[in-house]
């Protein structure tokens, strides 16, 4: 059985930052490691895609958070990292961590982010 917890999240007014982290435990083998993935879901919308990393190290972001945010992994850690800077309100939301291994897919309980104005 595979955990991801996520931390990191909080308040913080708007043009801070924060950096969340997600560690995965339990029966992961780095090779079958195919990325991971960082979403959010704010009240009221459908859980969208924020930044993706590959176990190449490709990453991709969402067109809203390009230039502000970095997704990051340590694979001896099993953990990957969104670093966000210049946040705004719009970025208040639940974000969840999304490892993706073959054949299935792992997600976190959600750290709350809110931006305030």
């Known amino acids: 059985q595979v955990q991801l917890v996520e931390s990191g999240g909080g308040l913080v007014q708007a043009g801070g930052s924060l950096r969340l982290s997600c560690a995965a435990s339990?029966?992961?083998?780095?090779?079958?490691?195919?990325?991971w993935g960082w979403y959010r879901q704010a009240p009221g919308k459908q859980r969208e895609l924020v930044a993706a990393?590959?176990?190449?190290?490709?990453?991709n972001y969402a067109d809203s958070v390009k230039g502000r945010f970095t997704i990051s992994r340590d694979n001896a850690k099993n953990t990957v990292y969104l670093q966000m800077s210049s946040l705004k309100p719009e970025d208040t939301a639940v974000y969840y961590c999304?490892?993706?291994?073959?054949?299935?897919?792992?997600w976190g309980q959600g750290t709350q982010v809110t931006v305030s104005s």
């Open positions: 339990g029966s992961i083998f780095s090779t079958n490691i195919m990325g």
């Open positions: 990393i590959t176990s190449g190290g490709s990453t």
């Open positions: 999304n490892l993706v291994v073959i054949l299935y897919s792992y």
